[in-house]
């Protein structure tokens, strides 16, 4: 498939998707939406993907949805045009998805970086909801995740003054899952993301849906997802690979299945 605003590369099982409007600070309009859904989902469907990167260029991860395709809409008009079903998909994506964030991450921006698993931010990496300052909120997911990543005070602050945080005040407040110097950024991505795919794709998965749980339900019933994707992995032949090989004193070979 041709794809205008994003590229994409495979690095052994790691897919590289990078955002590509360099002219609008990578800004999510409906094409750029559109295309990084629908090829994140057939990267879901690919067995040979154990994880998938998102990033943008140096300058900006994304400055946030497109104003310039927002600004004279009407409220039928935005229900129309359903800019949250797409994101819903991306955010339902099995495989862990790594943003990978240099410079700006605003409004949709940001939004997108958490419905990522993991963030790893360059210390160039910019945070904030300037929705607020444009008559709007947050719309693709920013306030019910910056919530549960944050808490309340924080999380309130952010979205009510639309204030933009360094690269090291979110790595304080537990927004990233690490800060690197802006050289070190991609080398760092790209171990990080190879370590991440070479595990067992059956074990990720799981691991993911457990995660998740933990966002969606209760103790009792999110324990009860942890256990039973827990002991279905003992079918799988990685699992028995896996424990092999640490008896045997190996590294694992795993099959993915
Ligand atoms: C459309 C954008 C854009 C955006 C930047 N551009 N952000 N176009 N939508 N979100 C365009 C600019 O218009 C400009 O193009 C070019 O990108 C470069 O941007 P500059 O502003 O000239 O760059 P700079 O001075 O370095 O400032 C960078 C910036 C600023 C601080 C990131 O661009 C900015 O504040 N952008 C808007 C951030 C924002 O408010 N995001 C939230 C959007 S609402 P031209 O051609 O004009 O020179 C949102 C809601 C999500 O995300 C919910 C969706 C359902």
């Known amino acids: ?3 205008e605003t994003i590229r994409v590369e495979r690095r052994g099982r790691v897919a590289w998707i990078t955002l ?3 002219e609008a600070l990578n800004a999510l309009n409906t094409q750029l939406m559109h295309e990084l859904v629908g090829l994140t989902t057939e990267l879901d469907a690919d067995d040979s993907v154990g994880a998938i990167v998102v990033t943008g260029s140096e300058k900006a991860f994304a400055a946030g949805a497109d104003i310039k395709e ?3 809409q009407s409220t039928a008009q935005m229900r129309e045009a359903n800019h949250f079903g797409p994101w819903l998909e991306f955010a339902r994506v099995r495989k862990p998805v790594i943003a990978v964030v240099s410079g700006y991450a605003l409004g949709g921006g940001f939004e997108l970086a958490l419905m990522c698993d993991v963030i790893l ?3 160039t990496a910019k945070f904030g909801f300037p929705e607020i300052g444009l008559g709007v909120i ?3 997911g ?3 995740r910056i919530v549960r990543a944050i808490g309340y005070p924080k999380a309130a602050e952010l979205v009510l003054t639309g204030r933009r945080i360094d690269a090291a005040e979110a790595e304080r407040v537990g927004i990233v899952s690490r800060v690197v110097a802006a050289d ?5 991505a790209e171990e990080l993301a190879t370590a991440i795919a070479e595990k067992s794709l059956p074990a990720l998965v799981a691991a993911k849906v457990a995660l998740d749980a933990a966002l969606e339900t209760g103790l009792e019933d999110g324990l009860a997802v942890e256990a039973e994707r827990f002991t279905a992995l003992f079918d799988t032949a990685d699992q028995k690979e896996g424990m092999a090989a640490f008896n045997e004193k190996r590294e694992p ?3 993915h299945r």
Do not use: H, K, V, W
């Open 253 to 255: 070979s795993f099959r």
């Open 138 to 140: 947050p719309g693709i």
């Open 1 to 3: 498939t041709e794809y």
């Open 20 to 22: 590509d409007r360099p």
């Open 70 to 72: 927002m600004a004279s």
């Open 121 to 123: 931010a360059s210390e």
């Open 142 to 144: 920013g306030t019910q």
């Open 184 to 188: 070190a950024l991609l080398g760092e």
